[in-house]
T-cell receptor, first 117, second 112 residues
Framework: DSGVTQTPKHLITATGQRVTLRCSPR?????VYWYQQSLDQGLQFLIQ???????AKGNILERFSAQQFPDLHSELNLSSLELGDSALYFC????????????????FGPGTRLLVL | SQELEQSPQSLIVQEGKNLTINCTSS?????LYWYKQKYGEGLIFLMM???GGEEKSHEKITAKLDEKKQQSSLHITASQPSHAGIYLC????????????WGAGTKLIIKP
């Protein structure tokens, strides 16, 4: 158990809908990362938050957004869902002692499997 | 294409045999991480290597980072069914904006 929790485990929804994925980082970790993993694309970095602020963006679509709350939990919002958004979504966290600029070990949650029908 | 090249893509090994998985970068790495993933589950952190020539072991898994810090190998001795899964390497590079870049993964199947 990495200490990172994600809810829900599974989500089935229809095209055009909006969903919210939730992540609680390990106790004491300030950085949260969101990743998408699909069979054809592998593991893709979406976005990083550090202590409530956006720190880095990866291959995140405009239809997707995220935020990190004062208690450090994070939510990833996916809207106008398309079939191609079906994937595993992972959250990871790290201690990050350098304001989001540290190269440190990331610990992953169990993921949310999203199926868009 | 992945920024880290992992080989092989998949591997079927008889239980008890040894195996090696490689992870290669065209540029110097600043921290190389090995993770293991069971199908459909989260990534489990195995080991991190930072210094050129560094070698770490955990149970029957040994990982090495070459002197130039551009290639890492993961070696499993006397493989067991519990070793089955997908092994991913991730690494920081100077040009990766403090983000991990990833290999495509190696799928390991252990035959009883």
């Amino acid at each position: 158990d990495s200490g990172v929790t994600q809810t829900p485990k599974h989500l089935i929804t229809a095209t055009g809908q909006r969903v919210t994925l939730r992540c609680s980082p390990r106790s004491g970790d300030l950085s949260v990362y969101w990743y998408q993993q699909s069979l054809d694309q592998g593991l893709q970095f979406l976005i990083q938050y550090y202590n409530g602020e956006e720190r880095a963006k990866g291959n995140i679509l405009e239809r997707f957004s995220a935020q990190q709350f004062p208690d450090l939990h994070s939510e990833l919002n996916l809207s106008s869902l398309e079939l191609g958004d079906s994937a595993l979504y992972f959250c990871a966290s790290s201690v990050d002692t350098l304001g989001g600029r540290a190269r440190e070990t990331q610990y992953f949650g169990p993921g949310t499997r999203l199926l868009v029908l | 294409s992945q920024e880290l090249e992992q080989s092989p893509q998949s591997l079927i090994v008889q239980e008890g045999k040894n195996l090696t998985i490689n992870c290669t970068s065209s540029k110097t790495l600043y921290g190389l991480y090995w993770y293991k993933q069971k199908y459909g589950e989260g990534l489990i952190f195995l080991m991190m290597l930072q210094k050129g020539g560094e070698e770490k072991s955990h149970e029957k898994i040994t990982a090495k980072l070459d002197e130039k810090k551009q290639q890492s190998s993961l070696h499993i001795t006397a493989s067991q069914p519990s070793h089955a899964g997908i092994y991913l390497c991730g690494a920081y590079r100077r040009d990766s904006n403090y983000q991990l870049i990833w290999g495509a993964g190696t799928k390991l199947i252990i035959k009883p």
